[in-house]
């Protein structure tokens, strides 16, 4: 079943508040590439509403913000349908970052994978007590592109600006691809990690 995405408008003196939910509580609100594309797109339509001040992204319930991406349908994708459910993802967080009000994750339940790129993605992230977050996708083999696309962003807008960029805690051997690379094109990127981000693994802590 792929989520629905819903989107409500709440009409106040100071400006409008639009709220998008991801509904899709039976499976934790999880997301396909079809979701995906549907959450980019109600993004994308909220960019051109001049009376907007503020968008809520939710999700259904209180199981889960964003449960991640959806498993069954990544278990059966080759590998050019992978890149493509990986740009669905990005497309999302750039549609996020591109709009010109904040943007506010509300999270509760669980927000797993894919969903705390999501919520990453975001101005502001409000939790509630019982919140939960887990990252398992290096577990099952799939790598993590949080990190990634974070650092992507920043080195494009340093080009971009001439400016220096400096990226701590760097964790991901595409990070570090990404850094060398810039630092060979020139552009003033720098970068460090810590001790237990190369000596530590889960059986350790």
Known sequence: ????????????????????????????????????????????VLAGDHRLRVVVLAGDGERAFIGGADIAEMAALDRD??????????????????????VVA????????????IAAACDLRVAAG??????PDVRMGIPSAAEEVMVAR???????????LHVA????KGSLHMIRDAKKRGLRVTCEVTPHHFALTDKEL
């Open 1 to 44: 079943m792929t989520a629905r995405i819903v989107t409500t408008l709440d009409d106040r003196p100071e400006g409008r508040v639009a709220r998008i939910t991801v509904s899709n509580p039976a499976k934790l609100n999880v997301l396909n590439a079809a979701a995906m594309a549907a959450l980019a797109a109600a993004l994308q």
């Open 81 to 102: 349908g992978a890149r493509e459910i990986i740009a669905a993802l990005h497309g999302v967080c750039d549609a996020i970052r591109s709009l010109p009000v904040p």
């Open 106 to 117: 509300r999270l509760q339940g669980w927000t797993i994978g894919a969903g705390l790129l």
């Open 130 to 135: 019982g919140a939960l977050f887990a990252m």
């Open 154 to 164: 920043d080195i494009v807008l340093a080009d971009y600006t001439g400016g220096h």
């Open 169 to 172: 805690h760097v964790s991901t």
